[in-house]
């Protein structure tokens, strides 16, 4: 077994601890601090001029390896067709919203190639490589075309659109076909799992394996992978334990102080228009409205930090529904 090679848009910002906090974030180190492993992608930095190489930085059994991206490769890869455009289609199938440039789709496409090139050195032959979300779908089509013959596999940690939705989306064959060149697909729930099936099998021709009414394998486009529903979770007793030591314990006494026995109910999203925060306080105005023995007996927190601010998409939307 080589070592876990994790790809990402963006690699987190790394800290003593090593990556900041955030949920897939810290998912992903977790995953790396037990194998060992590098992790590889996008630093954040916006160059006026092509990078001179990847960075290497090791934090115990993890290399951290990161690049900037040259301002055109930037407006292309991750402020145009793959952040506000296709995230906004994926994440809630608003075909309103569909907005296409052909130029953005191969420059998002062309960058994908261009990262696919900078890890290919770093490769060793048992290295398995995890390449996750929307914005590298079309990474392990590129590495094949590099000759790279490592196990791929990806996993997409937001909802995947059902066909009528889909079907809208132009060059969705294109999007399909790429990521049934990796060698196994994960999706976070069994509907997102399903909808992929039903498309490949209605769209493209494919053949779905099924064990009883779970799909296991799929043959579409000359390539034979593997699907599968992987929920991520957390690890509870950690956060148990972090919230009875040091600085997080004495911040959950304070917090508990200030319910006066109330419960409490807490959500942590980035401040983001696909992630419904309007319609969550509605619901919980509602909550209390109609439901008497709740009122004065529950709180709720929403924890929401800024993201993505320097794509106009994001700061347009928000402000707009804020």
């Not at 075909?95 to 900078?118: K, M, P, S, T």
């Not at 000759?147 to 659109?161: D, M, S, T």
């Not at 529903?229 to 007793?237: E, K, L, N, R, T």
Request: neutral net charge.
């Amino acid at each position: 077994m080589g070592r876990l090679i994790i790809v990402s848009n963006r690699v987190a910002p790394i800290s003593e601890g090593g990556p900041a906090a955030g949920g897939l974030a810290v998912g992903v180190y977790d995953a790396l601090k037990e194998t060992g492993g590098v992790w590889f992608g996008w630093s954040g930095d916006v160059l006026d001029a092509p990078p001179d190489g990847i960075k290497l930085e090791e934090h115990g059994l993890v290399t951290f390896a990161t690049i900037g991206l040259a301002r055109c490769d930037y407006d292309q890869f991750t402020a145009a067709f793959p952040t506000p455009r296709c995230g906004r289609r994926f994440t809630i199938g608003r075909i309103d919203l569909i907005e296409f440039d052909r130029h953005e789709y191969d420059g998002y496409c062309r960058v994908n190639r261009w990262l696919a090139a900078q890890l290919a050195p770093l490769l060793k032959p048992n290295d398995v490589i995890w390449v996750r979300d929307y914005h590298l779908i079309p990474f392990a089509q590129a590495l094949w075309a590099l000759g790279v013959k490592n196990r791929i596999g990806f996993f997409l940690h937001i909802p995947f659109p059902v066909s009528q939705i889909l079907l809208a989306v132009p060059r969705h064959r294109e999007l399909v076909e790429a990521l049934c060149a990796f060698d196994l697909l994960g999706f976070q729930t069994e509907p997102d799992l399903r909808a992929f099936c039903d498309y490949v099998e209605t769209e493209c021709g494919g053949l779905v394996e099924r064990n009883g009414a779970k799909p296991t394998g799929l043959k579409a486009f000359g390539q034979t992978l593997k699907a599968a529903a992987y929920p991520i979770g957390v690890y509870s007793d950690e956060i148990a334990a972090l919230a009875k030591d040091g600085e997080s314990g004495r911040d959950v006494e304070i917090v508990k102080s200030t319910l006066h026995h109330r419960k409490l109910v807490m959500s942590v999203d980035r401040l983001d228009y696909s992630k419904g925060l309007v319609e969550r306080f509605r619901a919980f105005e509602r909550l209390i409205e109609h439901d008497r023995q709740q009122r004065n007996n529950v709180s709720f927190l929403q924890i929401a930090p800024p993201t993505r601010t320097d794509v106009d998409a994001y700061r347009d939307s928000v402000a707009t529904r804020g």
